[in-house]
């Protein structure tokens, strides 16, 4: 609506007061009602549009007001937008200073931090505006600008897309605004028909004789009815309505000319590059035993004993260290302790039948012996 | 009267007390007994502020914390009166309990109405008034003064800091004439003895706007407790106060106006940078530390509050790019250069914050968050500066206020530009309007704030309304009746002429000469008939001018001129004002006057048609508002999208609870009577709208009269009144004794009893028809 507002307004505009005259040509709205007046940004001396479009007919030339050295082209001639010629330069100059100075509160780690930002930034752009010490505030200017290039243009994009975004969603509200207004005045217009109807309809049976008692009482119970009916048609309705809102809300991304989509994740820096872990985070530890160093239970017979495995050639076939051999063994024996059938049980078939076989294999692993042994082992 | 309700005593000022008196109190004790709020409506002139005031104090007398009233009424006169009936009860309650209880009751109204000060209370416009004031009681131009300066300060201001600042002034009511009695006798200002003793009350009476208008709320009653009892009285109103109070309109004069404060401020600054450059450096250190001053919020003297509400308001620290005096001059100056670039466009613009928002940051690269602290910003600037013409500095403030509210508010509120002032005009006059279209913003902080909010008038129908438009719940919500030995005021409803036409200032119909002949009858005959005032409300100004003009034309003044004098209504309050005189001398010498007036101007609101001066009330249609108005569409559908409420039940509403206040102009008591016409066919369907007081008096077969059949109903009626109705024969129905009050209490508490015994047991029929028999008993030896 606003923008809208702001391309009229140049066709739009009412005659500003009667005695203004071009400063280069003397003619005034007086003589001709549909004078224009144009700046250029590089002076802001304003002229009305046929002296700039003779004067600068054939390229640029200098500003014809007395004293002033710019070179003027005529494509960089505009309307201006403020009436206050001052404003509309610093408008100008905030315009650039803007692009260039376009951090957000988020990269500051404090609000203080930030405000001193944005007072400095401001100190700047008042050295421009009230040219104090013009060339070495645009060289820092440049300076920043060089050094921040990628940051600036990302804060730019951010930038762009919230307020397409913000459009795409006052669009939308606004559609649906006028759907609900709509919505409204159909029930309105229906409820008066029905209404006139029923009148009608009253005073139809009424002439054709029926009793005066009857009529009146199924007039009563077609109001009754129609009440009822409307109180359904009112939770139809709002429940159609939250429908619609919640559709279109999905459709937020789709319509329109200028892709935005919705969901996107707010830019996030990437963390810094940590070592390759396969098992994405998954810890390994012990959590029924303890690993020894060695060890030697002479109570146990040999084939029991794990200190003999020291000497079994084939355990330590493989060129492994003792200790894992020792680790591989403890973890056969306890895996699958600390799993509880009943508790997977409840979950799915499927998922239960596999949590039988863990169970089924730690036993085993447990006993050390064959499946026929694995009933006994309970 | 001394009575108790429940364990609590109540005295009541008066020998005998209406019921609906007692039922009101009841109900207002409940309230206050179960912590919240409600809505009461009490038929006007059967004593409201009397039941509501000794209910409140007896109730704080009782409690030992005290809670402080808070009473909010509308005008003047109506604090004025209120007081008055304070003071009274105060007086009654010392004699009866034989002491003085300590306590204090004081009225508050502007610097205009209480100063003292020889030339300031001389100037007119209230706003010139607070601004000399404040040069001459401002803390820095004391300290000029202490430092030998030659300034001018006011005595009566000074004379308080020599008393001790809790006891400014003895206890007791002081009314507002008291008051400024007071003060001129011990040289002390009223306004402030009344602003600075607001803690120390027991009773607060002022104006809504001291609560609801957050500009002013959050200076003066920012220091009121939790506890707190607030009353709104005759609050049929509220929402258009609530709305009115967050809503503004900025002109091209206003803008150019804001610019001149601007430069001038810049001018100041440069001028405050070579003498006394400290002070803006002092400033800014202050603001980039985020310090606020410990006792900004308790300056009297502040320039302006800022007008968001507390739950709004920001407590971080004022954003860099505005906290150098130089930069958010500034930043007001681009601001109003865009305002002012919106004012060229020549179509109706509507737009909520959002977009506003959003283009102004296109255009002029200003940020919601600086826009947010503008108020606050420019506060501190204008302390710092030491400004002391703030009056020129107004339109300045309207724009900061308008700024830190729209980038505070997304919700509930809308820009509407209006290029022109009417449809017809060619030359722009455009006009900004920023309105607020939920009530219940402003006046959500009270219900946050005060556990016990009590709305109150004498038409405030339909009661569920009202909750809802404001967003509150209530514990209570009661309509009472009236009772009345005998029927002394007479609703009916004219719905056709004597030649049967339907009447209406419907649209269609309203400039049809038959309809407007058939008002003119109805005039005529209402004129002719009843004895001594006659008032007569119209919807509009327009309409009344048009059907005013066509009864000139159809010899119809000509005729009601030989039974009455006539008398208009016009916009202009001094005109309207000498009218009323005229009005009430011709009531009083016998000439009898007839008074045309609008149902939503000044008439309609604020002024009594008692006894002979009101013995008749015409509503000549439906004062539907002009619904044409950008801004009522705008709220309609705020309405409608955010509390469901369907366009034409608001517009009925409002027009009904306006119908019905005009109605209640005539009949300020119980010794009154009058006759309430309501002329228009659409009020048929309209009068369960009514309040039930006027309802419960208009019976069926009044609700559909032609002129005629209205004219012999009120000629019977006003038979009726001239006879003589001894005062002993309302004893004991519409009036109640002490004796007829503890009857009535014996007997409810015997119903309850009953009931509760019932409920316990099903076997106590016997006990029950006893008890019945017994009421009985009691009524015929009472009759
Ligand atoms: S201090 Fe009081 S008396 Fe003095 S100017 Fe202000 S309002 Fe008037
Ligand atoms: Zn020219
Ligand atoms: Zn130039």
């Known amino acids: 609506m606003s923008k809208q507002a702001q391309n009229n307004s140049a066709s739009a505009r009412r005659p500003p007061e009667e005695d203004e005259i071009c400063r280069v040509c003397k003619s005034s709205r007086y003589l001709n009602p549909n004078m224009k007046f144009l700046v ?150 229906e409820e008066r028909r029905v209404r006139a109807e029923g009148k009608a309809d009253v005073i139809h049976k009424l002439a054709s004789g029926e009793s005066a008692t009857k009529v009146a009482k199924e007039a009563k119970k077609t109001v009754l009815k129609r009440t009822l009916f409307k109180q359904q048609a009112e939770v139809d309705k709002q429940a159609r309505l939250e429908a619609a809102a919640a559709a279109s809300e999905a459709t937020l991304n789709g319509d329109g000319d200028d892709l935005v989509f919705a969901g996107l994740k707010q830019h996030v820096e990437a963390a810094p590059l940590r070592p390759y872990d396969a098992y994405g985070g998954l810890a390994f530890e012990r959590k029924m035993s303890n690993l020894q160093n060695s060890y030697d239970d002479g109570a146990l017979p040999r084939h029991e004993n794990l200190y003999y495995l020291k000497q079994d050639p084939r355990a330590m076939a493989g060129g492994y260290n003792i200790k894992e051999v020792y680790s591989q063994v403890l973890c056969e024996a306890f895996a699958g302790l600390g799993v509880f059938l009943s508790d997977e049980l409840g979950e799915k078939a499927g998922a239960a039948t596999r949590g039988t076989g863990t169970a089924g294999a730690a036993v085993a692993a447990a006993t050390g012996s064959g499946d026929v042994q694995m009933m006994d082992a309970f | 009267m001394r009575f108790h309700i429940d364990d609590l005593e109540i005295l009541f000022p008066y020998p005998r ?4 008196q007692y039922d009101y109190m009841c109900d207002l004790k409940r309230t206050l007994d179960g912590g919240g709020h409600c809505v009461l409506e009490m038929p006007s002139g059967t004593g409201k502020t009397v039941s509501l005031l000794s209910l409140i104090i007896a109730y704080q007398q009782h409690h030992p914390e005290k809670r402080k009233l808070i009473y909010c009424s509308r005008t003047m006169s109506e604090i004025e009166k209120a007081l008055a009936e304070l003071k009274a009860l105060m007086k009654y309650r010392t004699d009866q309990l034989g002491y003085e209880e300590e306590f204090r009751g004081l009225g508050l109204t502007s610097r205009k109405n209480l100063c003292l000060h020889p030339s300031v209370k001389r100037e007119k416009s209230g706003s010139v008034v607070d ?57 002390q200002c009223p306004y402030f003895t009344a602003r600075r003793m607001m803690p120390f009350c027991n009773v607060i009476i002022y104006s809504y706007h001291y609560l609801l208008d957050p500009k002013i709320a959050e200076r003066v009653s920012k220091e009121l407790s939790k506890d707190c009892i607030v009353v709104f009285d005759e609050a049929h109103n509220i929402d258009n106060v609530c709305i009115e109070s967050l809503s503004i309109d900025m002109t091209e004069d206003s803008l150019r106006k804001a610019t001149r404060g601007v430069d001038n401020l810049d001018r100041k600054i440069t001028e405050m940078k070579s003498t006394d450059a400290a002070k803006l450096q002092n400033e800014y250190a202050k603001l980039v530390e985020g310090l606020r001053e410990a006792d900004e919020a308790r300056d009297e003297q502040a320039f302006m509050a800022n007008p968001a509400l507390p739950d709004d308001l920001l407590k971080e620290a004022i954003p860099g790019n505005i906290r150098r005096a130089e930069h958010f001059v500034a930043f007001l100056k681009r601001f109003i250069e865009y305002l002012k670039t919106r004012m060229k466009v020549l179509h109706v613009v509507a737009e909520n914050p959002t977009s506003f928002l959003a283009h102004l940051k296109e255009l002029t690269f200003i940020e919601k968050k600086p826009l947010r602290f503008c108020a606050e910003r420019l506060t501190s600037l204008v302390r710092t500066l030491e400004l002391t013409n703030i009056e020129d500095f107004q339109p300045l403030q309207e724009v900061a206020t308008f700024a830190t509210l729209v980038a505070t508010y997304d919700k509930g509120f809308l820009l509407i530009l209006e290029p022109y002032e009417s449809e017809t005009a060619t030359v722009p006059n455009p006009i900004l309007h920023f309105t607020c279209l939920d009530a219940a913003i402003a006046i959500k902080p009270v219900f946050d704030r005060f556990s016990s909010v009590i709305i109150t008038s004498g038409t405030i129908s339909p009661l569920e309304m009202y909750p809802k438009m404001l967003g509150f719940s209530t514990i209570v919500q009661e309509s009472y009746t009236m009772t009345l030995a005998r029927k002394s005021f007479l609703p009916m409803i004219v719905t056709r002429g004597s030649d049967q036409g339907a009447i209406s200032s419907g649209f269609q119909i309203r400039n049809d000469p038959s309809v407007v002949r058939n008002y003119g009858n109805l005039l005529t005959e209402f004129c002719k008939l009843s004895p001594d005032g006659v008032v007569v409300f119209f919807p509009s100004y327009l309409y009344m001018e048009s059907i005013i003009s066509m009864w000139q034309g159809m010899g119809i003044l000509d005729t009601v001129w030989k039974y009455k004098l006539i008398l208009v209504e016009t916009p202009d309050s001094q005109e309207t004002s000498l009218a009323l005189e005229t009005f009430r001398t011709a009531c009083n010498n016998g000439r009898g006057a007839v008074l045309l007036c609008v149902a939503r101007g000044k008439v309609s609101e604020g002024i009594d048609f008692d006894h002979h001066y009101g013995r008749t009330v015409i509503n000549i249609g439906v004062p539907f508002q002009y619904t044409e108005s950008r801004i009522l569409k705008a709220r309609l559908e705020f309405l409608r999208e955010t509390y469901r409420i369907r366009e034409n039940d608001f517009l009925s509403f409002d027009a009904m609870r306006h119908a019905a206040q005009c109605l209640g102009r005539v009949l300020r008591g119980k010794d009154d009577y009058g006759i309430m016409v309501l002329a228009d066919r659409r009020f048929q369907k309209k009068r369960n709208q009514l309040p039930k007081w006027m309802n419960q008096y208009l019976p069926d077969s009044d609700t559909n009269l032609s002129v005629d059949q209205a004219t ?34 014996a007997k409810r508490d015997e119903e309850e009893i009953r009931f509760l015994q019932e409920k316990g047991n099903g076997v106590m029929m016997e006990v029950d028809e006893f008890g019945g028999l017994d009421d009985e008993d009691m009524l015929d030896a009472d009759v």
């Not at chain 1, 549009?49 to 054939?58: K, M, P, Q, V």
């Not at chain 2, 007390?17 to 609906?20: D, G, S, T």
């Not at chain 2, 809790?166 to 006798?185: A, C, K, M, Q, S």
């Open chain 1, 40 to 189: 250029n940004p590089e002076c802001y001396h304003e002229m009305c549009e046929s002296c700039a479009d003779r004067i600068f007919a054939s390229g640029p030339a200098p500003c014809p007001y007395a004293g002033c050295t710019k070179t003027l082209r005529r494509n960089k001639f505009r309307k201006q937008t403020f009436a206050d010629l001052k404003v509309e330069r610093e408008v100008d100059i905030r315009k650039r200073v803007n692009a260039i100075f376009n951090k957000r509160e988020d990269e500051f780690n404090s609000l203080r931090d930030y405000n001193n930002y944005l007072n400095e930034v401001e100190d700047l752009t008042f050295n421009l505006i009230n040219k104090v010490d013009i060339e070495k505030t645009e060289r820092k200017l440049l300076s920043y600008a060089e050094a921040n290039r990628r940051a600036i243009s990302q804060n730019d994009v951010r930038a762009s897309k919230e307020s397409q975004r913000l459009a795409a969603e006052e669009r939308l509200k606004k559609e649906q605004a006028i759907q609900r207004r709509e919505a409204a005045q159909r029930e309105l217009d």
């Open chain 2, 712 to 745: 012999a109903i009120a000629k019977k009626f006003l038979r009726e009144m001239s006879v003589t109705y001894p005062a002993h024969l309302q004893e004991g129905i519409s009036t109640w004794s002490l004796e007829d009050l503890k009857m009535h209490q």
């Open chain 2, 17 to 20: 007390i209406y019921p609906e």
């Open chain 2, 131 to 187: 601004s000399r004031c404040r040069s001459l009681t401002a803390g820095f131009v004391k300290e000029k003064k202490e430092r030998g300066e030659s300034v001018d300060l006011c005595v009566y201001h000074e004379n308080l800091d020599l008393l001790e600042p809790h006891n400014l002034i003895p206890p007791g009511v002081w009314t507002l004439d008291g008051l400024l009695r007071y003060g001129e006798e011990q040289k």
